[in-house]
């Protein structure tokens, strides 16, 4: 099956710095998602984002579906930024497919004040 | 409702024990999925549901485990003779036919089998 890969790991910033997630993938996708899991469990879908560019607010995400790989930015980082975020893919190249996804292992972000 | 609603919020379970999660999707969204996702990890696809039709459960990791959702609302995942690696979190996503609008999970139901 398709293999995601997350980077970094783990990320620890200060309160007000930038940081760019890494989200690699094996094989054309139909669709793309980016997610925030929150310490409470709580996933939250950020963006869908198969291809192009898109920005809500401090969070942006580019996705260049010919090189295989999504990037996350997070600007001016805040305390609630805080969480796990994931990458999530489904394999395809424009055929039918119905949402069902295969998630990256995430990324651990700890923001601190 | 608002949003994906799950329960119980946390289940407690012997080993052995039979469980019944359930997952009370948006109104109108027509796909609903499970997922299990164990500690440390991300989500894993166990099942998917196009209305009451379930049109994928590749993902249920034995016989033990059943889903349902025979209304196309409300969808239920049953585990049978629960084992201690069943415990994990259960989360439950919806979404519109059209997944342009991108996934609302729930809060998860969290398993812990003793």
């Known amino acids: 099956g398709i293999q995601v890969e997350q980077s970094p790991p783990d990320l620890i910033l200060q309160e007000g710095a930038n940081s760019t997630l890494r989200c690699n993938f094996s094989?054309?996708?139909?669709?793309l998602q980016w997610f925030h899991q929150n310490p409470w469990g709580q996933l939250i879908n950020l963006f869908y984002?198969?291809?192009g560019t898109k920005q809500n607010g401090r969070l942006s995400a580019t996705t260049v579906a010919t090189e295989r790989y999504s990037l996350l930015y997070i600007s001016s980082s805040q305390t609630t930024d805080s969480g796990v975020y994931f990458c999530?893919?489904?394999?395809?190249?424009?055929?039918?497919?119905?949402?069902?996804?295969?998630f990256g292992q995430g990324t651990i972000l700890t923001v601190h004040p | 409702g608002a949003g994906v609603s799950q329960s119980p919020r946390y289940k407690v379970a012997k080993r052995g024990q039979d469980v019944a999660l359930r997952c009370d999707p948006i109104?109108?969204?027509?796909?609903l999925f499970w997922y299990q996702q164990a500690l440390g990890q991300g989500p894993e696809f166990l099942t998917y549901?196009?209305?009451?039709?379930?049109?994928?459960k590749s993902g249920l990791p034995s016989d033990r485990f059943f889903a349902e959702r025979p209304e196309g609302s409300v969808s239920t995942l049953k585990i049978q003779r629960t084992q201690q690696e069943d415990s994990a979190v259960y989360l439950c996503?919806?979404?519109?036919?059209?997944?342009?609008?991108?996934?609302?999970f729930g809060s998860g139901t969290r398993l812990t089998v003793v």
């Open positions: 996503a919806s979404s519109l036919a059209n997944r342009d609008y991108g996934y609302t």
């Open positions: 984002i198969p291809s």
């Open positions: 109104s109108g969204h027509v796909s």
């Open positions: 094989d054309s996708v139909n669709n």
């Open positions: 549901f196009q209305n009451e039709a379930q049109l994928d």
């Open positions: 999530a893919v489904e394999p395809g190249a424009g055929g039918t497919s119905y949402g069902k996804l295969t």
